[in-house]
Protein backbone atom coordinates (compact mmCIF):
# COMPACT_ATOMS: atom_id res chain seq x y z
CA UNK A 1 0.00 0.00 0.00
CA UNK A 2 1.51 3.64 -1.39
CA UNK A 3 2.36 6.19 1.46
CA UNK A 4 1.60 8.75 -0.69
CA UNK A 5 -0.75 11.36 0.43
CA UNK A 6 -3.97 11.84 -2.04
CA UNK A 7 -5.84 15.02 -2.52
CA UNK A 8 -9.27 15.04 -1.43
CA UNK A 9 -12.65 16.66 -1.11
CA UNK A 10 -15.42 15.56 1.71
CA UNK A 11 -18.54 14.99 -0.38
CA UNK A 12 -20.61 13.25 2.69
CA UNK A 13 -20.46 13.41 6.78
CA UNK A 14 -21.66 10.44 8.01
CA UNK A 15 -21.10 10.98 11.57
CA UNK A 16 -17.55 9.10 12.59
CA UNK A 17 -17.17 7.97 8.31
CA UNK A 18 -16.49 10.46 5.76
CA UNK A 19 -16.86 10.30 2.18
CA UNK A 20 -13.98 11.48 0.02
CA UNK A 21 -13.48 12.14 -3.59
CA UNK A 22 -9.53 12.06 -4.97
CA UNK A 23 -8.93 13.88 -8.35
CA UNK A 24 -9.61 11.44 -10.63
CA UNK A 25 -13.20 10.97 -9.01
CA UNK A 26 -12.39 7.96 -7.27
CA UNK A 27 -15.18 8.04 -3.51
CA UNK A 28 -13.48 6.35 -0.43
CA UNK A 29 -14.30 5.73 2.38
CA UNK A 30 -12.67 7.60 5.29
CA UNK A 31 -11.98 7.52 8.69
CA UNK A 32 -9.54 10.21 10.87
CA UNK A 33 -7.08 9.57 13.27
CA UNK A 34 -7.80 9.03 16.96
CA UNK A 35 -10.90 10.75 18.11
CA UNK A 36 -10.73 13.65 15.37
CA UNK A 37 -14.26 13.73 13.88
CA UNK A 38 -13.62 17.97 13.03
CA UNK A 39 -14.70 17.29 8.97
CA UNK A 40 -17.41 18.96 7.29
CA UNK A 41 -18.11 18.57 3.96
CA UNK A 42 -16.49 20.91 1.64
CA UNK A 43 -13.38 20.25 2.90
CA UNK A 44 -9.80 19.34 1.56
CA UNK A 45 -8.24 16.98 2.72
CA UNK A 46 -5.00 14.75 2.05
CA UNK A 47 -5.32 11.12 3.03
CA UNK A 48 -3.48 7.86 2.89
CA UNK A 49 -4.90 4.47 1.21
CA UNK A 50 -5.20 1.60 3.83
CA UNK A 51 -7.05 -0.78 1.69
CA UNK A 52 -9.82 -1.08 -1.82
CA UNK A 53 -11.91 2.36 -1.34
CA UNK A 54 -10.59 3.24 2.20
CA UNK A 55 -7.90 5.43 4.13
CA UNK A 56 -7.28 7.40 7.03
CA UNK A 57 -7.70 11.59 6.70
CA UNK A 58 -3.66 12.96 7.60
CA UNK A 59 -4.21 16.43 7.04
CA UNK A 60 -6.85 19.43 6.78
CA UNK A 61 -6.50 22.16 4.33
CA UNK A 62 -7.11 25.28 5.59
CA UNK A 63 -10.68 26.84 5.02
CA UNK A 64 -11.67 29.39 3.02
CA UNK A 65 -15.00 29.60 4.91
CA UNK A 66 -16.91 27.44 7.66
CA UNK A 67 -20.44 27.71 8.32
CA UNK A 68 -21.73 26.27 11.52
CA UNK A 69 -24.35 26.32 14.60
CA UNK A 70 -23.68 25.74 18.04
CA UNK A 71 -25.11 25.64 21.41
CA UNK A 72 -23.54 25.80 25.21
CA UNK A 73 -22.44 22.37 25.12
CA UNK A 74 -21.11 21.49 21.27
CA UNK A 75 -21.27 22.71 17.61
CA UNK A 76 -22.11 21.76 14.53
CA UNK A 77 -20.41 22.14 11.50
CA UNK A 78 -22.94 22.26 8.61
CA UNK A 79 -20.13 23.13 5.41
CA UNK A 80 -16.58 23.99 4.67
CA UNK A 81 -15.37 26.38 1.54
CA UNK A 82 -18.79 27.41 0.41
CA UNK A 83 -19.30 30.70 -0.88
CA UNK A 84 -22.97 31.22 -0.27
CA UNK A 85 -25.85 29.78 1.44
CA UNK A 86 -29.17 29.08 0.22
CA UNK A 87 -31.92 29.74 2.93
CA UNK A 88 -34.62 27.47 1.63
CA UNK A 89 -38.19 28.34 3.05
CA UNK A 90 -41.74 27.89 1.85
CA UNK A 91 -44.97 29.08 1.64
CA UNK A 92 -46.54 25.88 3.73
CA UNK A 93 -46.10 24.81 5.98
CA UNK A 94 -45.10 27.77 7.11
CA UNK A 95 -41.40 28.57 7.91
CA UNK A 96 -39.98 30.19 11.58
CA UNK A 97 -38.77 33.93 10.61
CA UNK A 98 -36.36 33.55 14.20
CA UNK A 99 -34.33 30.52 12.41
CA UNK A 100 -34.44 32.60 9.08
CA UNK A 101 -32.44 35.67 11.27
CA UNK A 102 -30.82 32.86 12.61
CA UNK A 103 -29.56 31.86 9.42
CA UNK A 104 -28.45 35.00 8.04
CA UNK A 105 -27.02 36.22 11.34
CA UNK A 106 -24.86 32.88 11.05
CA UNK A 107 -23.83 33.62 7.29
CA UNK A 108 -22.67 36.89 8.24
CA UNK A 109 -20.45 36.53 10.92
CA UNK A 110 -18.77 33.25 8.59
CA UNK A 111 -18.37 36.07 5.47
CA UNK A 112 -20.48 33.69 3.44
CA UNK A 113 -23.62 35.45 1.17
CA UNK A 114 -27.11 34.48 1.61
CA UNK A 115 -29.64 33.74 -1.25
CA UNK A 116 -33.41 33.43 0.27
CA UNK A 117 -35.55 30.73 -2.14
CA UNK A 118 -39.32 30.64 -1.38
CA UNK A 119 -40.39 27.19 -2.51
CA UNK A 120 -43.63 26.17 -3.11
CA UNK A 121 -44.89 29.52 -4.96
CA UNK A 122 -47.37 27.68 -7.00
CA UNK A 123 -49.47 27.55 -3.41
CA UNK A 124 -52.33 30.06 -2.92
CA UNK A 125 -50.34 32.15 -0.27
CA UNK A 126 -47.45 32.52 -2.26
CA UNK A 127 -48.28 36.73 -2.59
CA UNK A 128 -48.64 37.03 1.70
CA UNK A 129 -45.16 34.86 2.28
CA UNK A 130 -43.58 36.75 -0.36
CA UNK A 131 -44.64 40.23 1.54
CA UNK A 132 -43.34 38.85 4.48
CA UNK A 133 -39.72 38.65 3.14
CA UNK A 134 -39.82 42.22 1.34
CA UNK A 135 -38.00 43.75 4.54
CA UNK A 136 -35.32 40.97 3.79
CA UNK A 137 -34.78 42.52 -0.03
CA UNK A 138 -34.67 45.86 1.24
CA UNK A 139 -31.60 44.55 3.69
CA UNK A 140 -29.82 43.54 0.33
CA UNK A 141 -30.67 40.01 0.42
CA UNK A 142 -31.97 37.79 -2.66
CA UNK A 143 -35.10 36.49 -2.32
CA UNK A 144 -35.72 34.41 -5.57
CA UNK A 145 -39.33 32.48 -5.21
CA UNK A 146 -39.67 29.38 -6.86
CA UNK A 147 -42.13 25.94 -7.40
CA UNK A 148 -39.92 23.73 -7.61
CA UNK A 149 -41.44 20.53 -8.46
CA UNK A 150 -42.90 22.90 -11.51
CA UNK A 151 -39.47 24.54 -12.66
CA UNK A 152 -35.79 24.68 -10.71
CA UNK A 153 -34.53 26.94 -13.99
CA UNK A 154 -35.04 30.43 -11.20
CA UNK A 155 -32.83 28.75 -8.77
CA UNK A 156 -30.08 27.47 -11.00
CA UNK A 157 -28.48 31.43 -11.83
CA UNK A 158 -27.54 31.60 -8.51
CA UNK A 159 -25.93 28.50 -8.31
CA UNK A 160 -23.46 29.22 -11.03
CA UNK A 161 -19.98 29.02 -10.60
CA UNK A 162 -20.53 28.85 -6.56
CA UNK A 163 -20.06 26.67 -4.15
CA UNK A 164 -23.88 26.63 -2.31
CA UNK A 165 -25.21 24.87 0.86
CA UNK A 166 -28.44 24.32 1.25
CA UNK A 167 -30.08 25.03 4.38
CA UNK A 168 -33.37 25.07 6.14
CA UNK A 169 -36.49 23.12 8.51
CA UNK A 170 -37.39 19.85 7.33
CA UNK A 171 -40.41 19.87 4.85
CA UNK A 172 -39.43 23.10 2.85
CA UNK A 173 -38.43 20.70 -0.35
CA UNK A 174 -34.95 20.71 -0.37
CA UNK A 175 -34.95 17.22 -1.11
CA UNK A 176 -37.19 18.36 -4.08
CA UNK A 177 -34.73 20.77 -5.42
CA UNK A 178 -31.77 18.73 -4.97
CA UNK A 179 -33.40 16.33 -6.92
CA UNK A 180 -34.72 18.81 -9.42
CA UNK A 181 -30.88 20.07 -9.89
CA UNK A 182 -29.95 16.26 -10.19
CA UNK A 183 -32.82 14.35 -11.74
CA UNK A 184 -29.93 11.75 -13.40
CA UNK A 185 -28.46 10.80 -9.39
CA UNK A 186 -31.89 9.32 -7.42
CA UNK A 187 -31.12 11.34 -5.08
CA UNK A 188 -32.14 11.54 -1.55
CA UNK A 189 -35.78 11.20 -0.87
CA UNK A 190 -34.81 7.11 -1.14
CA UNK A 191 -31.95 7.08 1.41
CA UNK A 192 -33.25 10.04 4.24
CA UNK A 193 -35.90 8.39 6.44
CA UNK A 194 -35.60 9.79 9.73
CA UNK A 195 -39.41 10.28 10.22
CA UNK A 196 -40.55 14.03 12.01
CA UNK A 197 -43.40 13.90 14.63
CA UNK A 198 -44.73 16.42 11.66
CA UNK A 199 -44.74 12.90 9.06
CA UNK A 200 -42.25 14.66 7.42
CA UNK A 201 -38.98 13.01 6.07
CA UNK A 202 -35.70 14.60 6.47
CA UNK A 203 -31.66 13.99 5.17
CA UNK A 204 -29.44 12.55 7.93
CA UNK A 205 -26.23 13.17 6.33
CA UNK A 206 -24.98 16.28 4.70
CA UNK A 207 -23.83 15.34 1.03
CA UNK A 208 -22.17 17.39 -1.87
CA UNK A 209 -23.14 17.37 -5.57
CA UNK A 210 -21.30 18.29 -8.56
CA UNK A 211 -23.59 20.58 -10.59
CA UNK A 212 -21.10 21.25 -13.12
CA UNK A 213 -17.09 21.91 -13.23
CA UNK A 214 -17.81 25.39 -11.69
CA UNK A 215 -20.25 24.74 -9.33
CA UNK A 216 -21.05 22.22 -6.42
CA UNK A 217 -24.25 22.07 -4.20
CA UNK A 218 -23.93 20.95 -0.56
CA UNK A 219 -27.29 19.52 1.36
CA UNK A 220 -27.49 19.73 4.55
CA UNK A 221 -29.59 18.20 7.28
CA UNK A 222 -32.79 19.88 7.89
CA UNK A 223 -32.57 22.10 11.00
CA UNK A 224 -34.86 22.46 13.56
CA UNK A 225 -33.14 25.00 15.38
CA UNK A 226 -29.99 27.41 14.68
CA UNK A 227 -27.96 28.02 17.89
CA UNK A 228 -25.17 30.74 18.01
CA UNK A 229 -23.19 30.13 20.71
CA UNK A 230 -19.82 30.25 18.98
CA UNK A 231 -20.82 34.23 18.33
CA UNK A 232 -19.50 37.38 20.99
CA UNK A 233 -21.78 40.86 21.36
CA UNK A 234 -19.70 42.80 18.24
CA UNK A 235 -19.88 39.60 16.21
CA UNK A 236 -23.76 39.32 16.65
CA UNK A 237 -23.97 43.14 16.17
CA UNK A 238 -21.97 43.37 12.87
CA UNK A 239 -24.10 40.39 11.71
CA UNK A 240 -27.17 42.71 11.74
CA UNK A 241 -26.07 44.37 8.23
CA UNK A 242 -28.87 47.28 9.23
CA UNK A 243 -26.77 48.08 12.24
CA UNK A 244 -23.30 48.76 10.42
CA UNK A 245 -23.69 52.68 9.91
CA UNK A 246 -24.81 53.06 13.54
CA UNK A 247 -22.37 50.99 15.51
CA UNK A 248 -20.11 53.12 17.97
CA UNK A 249 -22.97 55.85 18.23
CA UNK A 250 -24.46 55.19 21.05
CA UNK A 251 -23.80 57.16 24.24
CA UNK A 252 -22.80 54.06 26.13
CA UNK A 253 -19.60 52.12 24.05
CA UNK A 254 -20.75 48.98 25.98
CA UNK A 255 -24.66 49.64 24.97
CA UNK A 256 -26.41 46.06 24.30
CA UNK A 257 -29.30 47.78 22.46
CA UNK A 258 -31.89 46.69 24.79
CA UNK A 259 -33.12 49.55 26.99
CA UNK A 260 -29.71 51.57 27.89
CA UNK A 261 -30.74 55.48 27.44
CA UNK A 262 -29.82 57.10 24.06
CA UNK A 263 -29.25 53.90 22.06
CA UNK A 264 -28.23 54.81 18.44
CA UNK A 265 -29.69 51.35 17.07
CA UNK A 266 -33.10 52.39 19.49
CA UNK A 267 -33.34 56.00 17.75
CA UNK A 268 -32.49 54.56 14.10
CA UNK A 269 -35.63 51.89 14.73
CA UNK A 270 -37.90 54.73 15.61
CA UNK A 271 -36.67 56.92 12.71
CA UNK A 272 -37.84 54.05 10.65
CA UNK A 273 -34.47 53.10 9.61
CA UNK A 274 -34.27 49.90 11.31
CA UNK A 275 -37.17 47.20 11.34
CA UNK A 276 -38.71 46.57 14.84
CA UNK A 277 -38.79 43.37 14.01
CA UNK A 278 -35.23 42.94 13.53
CA UNK A 279 -34.04 44.26 16.66
CA UNK A 280 -36.60 41.92 18.65
CA UNK A 281 -34.95 39.59 16.74
CA UNK A 282 -31.33 41.10 17.81
CA UNK A 283 -32.26 41.76 21.66
CA UNK A 284 -33.79 38.07 21.79
CA UNK A 285 -29.90 36.43 20.75
CA UNK A 286 -28.16 39.17 22.37
CA UNK A 287 -30.25 37.97 25.65
CA UNK A 288 -29.11 34.42 25.02
CA UNK A 289 -25.65 35.49 25.72
CA UNK A 290 -26.50 36.98 29.27
Avoid at 119 to 130: I, M, P
Wanted: aromatic content about 6%; charged content about 20%; glycine content about 6%.
Amino acid sequence: MSNALLNGLVIASYGKRYGVELEDGTELSCVTRGKKTDLACGDKVKVKLTGPNEAVVEQLEPRSSLLYRSNSFRSKMLAANVSQAVIVLATQPSFYEELLNRCLVACEAAGIKAVIVLNKCDLDNADDVLLRLQDYAGLGYTIQPLSARDNIAPLKQWLQGETSVLVGQSGMGKSTIVNALLPDKMVRTQEVSTVLDSGKHTTTAAHLYHLDAQSKLIDSPGLQEFGLHHLDAEQLELAFVEFRPYLGQCRFNNCRHLKEPDCAIQAAVDAGAISPRRLGFYQQLRQEMT
